[in-house]
Nanobody, 126 residues
Framework: QVQLVESGGGLVQAGGSLRLSCAAS????????MAWFRQAPGKEREFVAA????????YYADSVKGRFTISRDNAKKTVYLQMNSLKPEDTAVYYC???????????????????WGQGTQVTVSS
């Protein structure tokens, strides 16, 4: 069973930055594709960003493109989400997700992912 633990959330003013981290327990982490999703109150969980097993390709939701960057350090079994130019509409619980598929075609679909973290709250004040 893979365990994912997110950290780095918090309260930030609009225009500010945060970096989320997701540490994995699985020693085969380097073979997994990883992603970040978010869920705001009263809304469905939505795709934010994904990165394939090697870090050689990354994908973003249109709403965060140019502001957020996903990256990974396979030696540390950790994936990151650098969030810049934050907006109030970025406020949500952010979840890390992992799939044993290294480069999934449907990377933006929640049901592609086998394992989920507990989430970390990000609040952006105006």
């Amino acid at each position: 069973q893979v365990q994912l633990v997110e950290s780095g959330g918090g309260l930030v003013q609009a225009g500010g930055s945060l970096r989320l981290s997701c540490a994995a327990s699985e020693r085969t982490f380097s073979t997994y594709a990883m992603a970040w999703f978010r869920q705001a109150p009263g809304k469905e969980r939505e795709f934010v960003a994904a990165i394939i097993w090697s870090g050689g390709a990354a994908y973003y939701a249109d709403s965060v493109k140019g502001r957020f960057t996903i990256s990974r350090d396979n030696a540390k079994k950790t994936v990151y989400l650098q969030m810049n130019s934050l907006k109030p509409e970025d406020t949500a619980v952010y979840y890390c997700a992992a799939t044993t598929r290294g480069a999934p075609y449907y990377y933006a679909r929640p049901n592609t992912y086998d394992y989920w973290g507990q989430g970390t709250q990000v609040t952006v004040s105006s």
